[in-house]
């Protein structure tokens, strides 16, 4: 088989989940956020996984990742929609139960009118500028919305990775401005804010990136592991050189293995000539360009002739490849493509 294998380890991911949500109070409750495909991962295997832990709330991105998710998980689950209650979605919302997060005074209103005592939730923008109403809206709609029972409100914290960044005292002491006394629960934290400490955690906490192994959780266990088949291997002298516009030149005789993944896989070209993979704990350069479907990857110091190499593993995180890159672990997951042959590993 020539197609990459990419092992999705649910035994960490779960792992993961259990250590994040060791963070919070036990009052607080630790939902997972399984938007993308959970985060490239698989949302079906990984929400029933965690699910399978007891996680009771989980967050989505569009309503139509909600129908994928509801139809994995089946009736129980709350399923909350981050970009809301967009037009045309209120029979989705309603026949699979889902609780869109509405960000504006025209979603609120959409969604009493279409489907006035379905479930939702607000979101409030405390300064990030993306998502949300804005302090003013919120003055507007607030006895109106608070009326109608919103199961959670919510923020985004827009530098909780840089724990010093003054910004995230900022959202939290707006959001406890907009919030403090409503007696409706709350969510502001994702990853981020759940290491920012107890005071960011309200209620719920919404974790994405460290269920999946990926910073600013630093002591996850990584989840996706990723092998690549050696299609074929060859000897170069010096002088040599190798792949597109010959970006790489031998300069001893070199062994050159080529592999059977590429940028149209996720490995994106700007990993060329500066990205490892590795054979068991020796790393090997990757050389030359990346090319669509094939790597090229210098192997001249491996005593044997390996048939893969490791891209993503113990010894290579998704945080290590996007530095590689130039980018961060949550684009390298979500890149990772759809020809791989995906398995997932289980009461390992
Ligand atoms: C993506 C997202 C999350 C999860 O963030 P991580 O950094 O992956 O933990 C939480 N809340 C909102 C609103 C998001 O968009």
């Known amino acids: 088989m020539s197609t990459a294998e990419l092992t999705i380890d649910l035994d960490a991911l779960t792992a993961n989940w259990r250590a994040l949500d060791g963070h919070v109070a036990p009052g607080v409750e630790t939902a997972a956020v399984v938007k993308a495909d959970a985060y490239g991962l698989g949302a079906a295997p990984v929400a029933r996984a965690l699910a399978g832990q007891g996680v009771r709330r989980f967050f989505v991105a569009v309503a139509e990742e909600g129908t994928a998710l509801r139809e994995a998980l089946g009736p129980g689950p709350e399923i909350f929609v981050f970009s809301g209650h967009m037009a045309g979605d209120a029979v989705v919302i309603r026949d699979l139960a889902l609780t869109p997060v509405l960000n504006s005074p025209e979603q609120l209103t959409r969604h009493l009118e279409a489907l006035p005592?379905?479930?939702?939730a607000i979101q409030l923008d405390t300064g990030m500028n993306r998502l949300g109403m804005e302090p003013g809206e919120w003055q507007a709609v607030r006895e109106v919305a608070l009326a109608a029972g919103p199961a959670l409100i919510m923020s985004h914290l827009a530098c909780a990775d840089e724990p010093?960044?003054?910004?995230?005292?900022?959202?939290?002491?707006?959001?406890?401005?907009?919030?403090?006394?409503?007696?409706?629960?709350?969510?502001?934290?994702?990853?981020?804010?759940i290491l920012l400490g107890p005071e960011y955690h309200f209620d719920i906490t919404r974790p994405g990136i460290g269920l999946y192994?990926?910073?600013?959780?630093?002591?996850?266990?990584?989840?996706?592991?990723?092998?690549?088949?050696v299609i074929?291997?060859?000897?170069?002298?010096?002088?040599?050189?190798?792949?597109y516009s010959n970006t790489w030149t031998a300069t001893r005789p070199s062994r050159i293995a080529t592999l059977s993944a590429g940028y149209a896989d996720g490995l994106?070209?700007?990993?060329?000539?500066?990205?490892?993979?590795f054979h068991g704990a020796t790393p090997c350069p990757l050389?030359?360009?990346?090319?669509?479907?094939?790597?090229?990857?210098?192997?001249?110091?491996?005593p044997?002739?390996?048939?893969?190499?490791?891209?993503?593993g113990p010894h290579q995180t998704v945080d290590d490849l996007a530095r590689a890159a130039g980018?961060?672990?949550?684009?390298?997951?979500?890149a990772l493509g759809a020809r791989y042959r995906r398995r997932y590993r289980e009461g390992a």
């Open 287 to 302: 050389v030359g360009r990346v090319s669509m479907d094939l790597l090229t990857v210098d192997i001249t110091d491996l």
């Open 164 to 193: 010093d960044h003054p910004m995230n005292a900022a959202q939290l002491a707006r959001f406890r401005e907009l919030t403090d006394g409503l007696g409706i629960a709350r969510s502001l934290a994702a990853t981020g804010g």
């Open 304 to 312: 044997d002739t390996p048939a893969s190499l490791d891209i993503l």
């Open 213 to 229: 192994g990926g910073l600013p959780f630093a002591a996850a266990r990584p989840v996706a592991h990723l092998s690549i088949p």
């Open 117 to 120: 005592r379905h479930p939702f």
């Open 232 to 243: 074929q291997i060859r000897e170069l002298e010096a002088g040599e050189t190798v792949g």
């Open 268 to 277: 994106i070209r700007a990993l060329s000539g500066r990205a490892v993979l």
């Open 327 to 334: 980018t961060i672990g949550y684009e390298i997951l979500t």
